[in-house]
């Protein structure tokens, strides 16, 4: 059973800065995809952005060009930073892996709340 901790959220002024982590409990490498989700109060789940195995990292519109996926083979670790934080931001966001085989794991999540 993969598992997969996120930690990095919390409150920050609109403009602000956050990075989110996501480790696994497996090597990174068993995953074709992985990738940041968020879900606002009231709204469904949406992505955020995805790191494949192979190819480009991929983005939601309303992030681009504030929002970079990376990850750290060495570390298991996803990471999400944040910059240029607005209060649309605001949402629980989840770490989310596609293992080679076709299985999905979810984190428990992590708030990012941000004040205007």
């Known amino acids: 059973q993969v598992q997969l901790v996120e930690s990095g959220g919390g409150l920050v002024q609109a403009g602000g800065s956050l990075r989110l982590s996501c480790v696994a409990s497996v090597s990174i490498f068993s995953f074709k995809s992985m990738g940041w989700y968020r879900q606002a109060p009231g709204k469904q789940r949406e992505l955020v952005a995805t790191i494949p195995s192979r190819g480009v990292s991929t983005y939601a519109d309303s992030v681009k060009g504030r929002f970079t996926i990376s990850r750290d083979s060495t570390r298991n670790t996803v990471y999400l930073q944040m910059n240029s934080l607005k209060p649309e931001d605001i949402a629980v966001y989840y770490c989310?892996?596609?293992?080679?085989?076709?299985?999905?794991?979810w984190g428990q999540g992590t708030q990012v709340t941000v004040s205007s």
């Open positions: 989310n892996a596609v293992t080679v085989w076709g299985t999905e794991s």
